[in-house]
């Protein structure tokens, strides 16, 4: 499951896992991921299923359809989620982006 705050490079960061172009991603100065979306493909002989997920602190969604696509997200990552991606723009962590962490269902 990717996490992290809007235009940091989640779909990317699932496209380079995935080995695809399968999420959506392009320079924007609106975010592109707005709903929680599962893609999967097989990478080296295994099925591999990655998660996206809207921006914490979304400035499009509010922040009970922040948390609601958040659970979206882990109902989709059945059996799991194994892993959590927390991405960030490289050179920073900002204190949003620790109390994002906090919010994350658990």
């Known amino acids: 499951v ?5 235009r940091v490079g989640k779909s ?4 380079t896992i ?9 320079i924007s100065s609106s975010p592109v991921t707005l709903c929680s979306q599962k893609l999967e493909a097989d990478v080296q002989s295994r099925r591999i299923s990655v998660v996206d ?6 400035t ?6 922040v948390k609601a ?8 990552s059945f059996p799991g989620p194994h892993i959590f991606l927390l ?12 109390e994002g962490l906090k919010s994350l269902p658990t």
């Open 87 to 98: 991405v960030l723009q490289l050179g920073r962590f900002t204190k949003q982006e620790q």
């Open 60 to 65: 499009r969604l509010s922040t009970n359809m």
């Open 2 to 6: 990717l996490v992290g705050q809007e």
């Open 53 to 58: 997920t809207p921006g914490l602190f979304s």
């Open 18 to 26: 995935l080995g695809k172009e399968a999420f959506d991603c392009k």
């Open 12 to 15: 990317s960061a699932g496209n």
């Open 69 to 76: 696509e958040m659970l979206k997200a882990l109902e989709l």
